[in-house]
């Protein structure tokens, strides 16, 4: 599938996305590349301070949204949610914000496109419920679901995505998440932000001559510290 | 320091549902703190049952030698100030300086004394810049400053947020924090505030930690980052460069927590 980017600096990027793909979008200005998908992908915005809901209850909400829902696609994101049946029955004004989070999400996939942009993936999101989400994306991309993610924190998107754009200006890169979260010299470059992982490895050889192994686990990166110290 | 607020026993939630069972906790005069659980815990349950809008189930809330009853609940209201979650529904008006002496014009005080008020929250909260505009035209953080200030202009014993940095990036936190401080400091009005969020409670000195209806800790910033297996265990996100100095710590190759990764590098490899 071949999608078109612009950013506000007018610079195009044609880009081919498989389907069952995560891809993490690191730019300097969303709005723009945002504004470009909108079209085509449904937006999803976990932060939902700026979301508004129109019905009195869950189900008048899903149901206003959608009239053409999937109940098995509705059914399963409501197990990955750890939700039942009683979530339809709650008054919008009774829910809390992490439920009004999985309304938002519910309400949106319930139309059935299958290109998603998942805006500020975990904002304010525990682990209980980033880990909830996590498993959204991984059913999502099983059901060959082609999904954009922004995150402010870019450490989330090293994790989570397949590939990855960064794009600032005129430097525009677009491939594998561990092919580009990698070369840091390159994120540094475009001045973007490197994830905390990446940049351990990086300083360590850079300023101390150590050679470590890239990680996106806390855990391998100490190992591999503890032998090198 | 004398307690402000003392929580005995106090049971928190609706009529089928407990939240937080006997929770058991003073707060002391002119401090901050910070009371940090997991999502969907309760937190805006246990600021409203605080700032007497829920009733508590059992047990009771005294502050200022106050303790809330039907009975002494317009006297007790008066030393609160609240902010709520949702921040949008909370405007009166459309305009920074109307709704910020709403409070004061409701309780029908004098022009000369609303604006002596005025003029000193306008300074204590840093409103300098916004006090003109509508408040549609506010950003979040804007919006925070305003509801804060709305919440403190009739000078309350006690200011009580629900989740004040949920929609605020780092910089804007740690900006409202500063005003928190001032508000503290100048006004000597003690502030409670819930959070999910780690990064809200770096440095602070009183830390109260509630998951599975209970209190599970309680202390300053550097006697809770010590337990932060139990804080992950409770869903708690620990910021990346605080777990990783921790984790670094276990194994004795680090002294101290560090916020920067040339400075773990640095510390690493002499």
Redesign the interface.
Known sequence: MEIILRNNFNYRKKIDVEEGTIISLQVTNFKAIISNLIDDYRFVNIDNSQVYFLGENVYEEINLYSNTYNLNLIKDIFDIFGLNDSFFDNKIEDLSYTERVYLNIIRNLSLGNKKILFYDVYNYLDYANQKKIKNLLLYLKEKKYTIFITSKDVNVLYKLADYSILWNKNNFDYGKTDDLYTNVEKILKFNLEVPVLSLITYKALKNKNVKLFYSKDVRDVIKDIYKHV | MNNLLVLDNLSVGYKDLTIYKDLSFNIAENTITSILC???SGK?TLIKTLSGINCGLCGSIVLNNVKLTKRSFKKYIRDVGVVL?D??RQFITNNVKDEIIFPLVNLGYNKSVIDKHIEDITKICELDNILNKKIDSLS?YDKIKVLIASSIIHFPKILLLD?PF??L?LKEQKKILNILNNIKNNCNISIIFTT??FSSIIDLDNIIVLGNGKIIMQGNYKDIIKKDNEL?KL???IP??I??SL??QF?S?LDDICYD??G???K??K
């Open positions: 997991p999502n969907n805006s979650e921040i949008d979040n989740d949920r929609f990036n999910s969020q992950s869903g708690i996100e990346i460069m777990d990783l984790k670094l194994y190759l990764v040339g773990i590098v640095d690493l490899w």
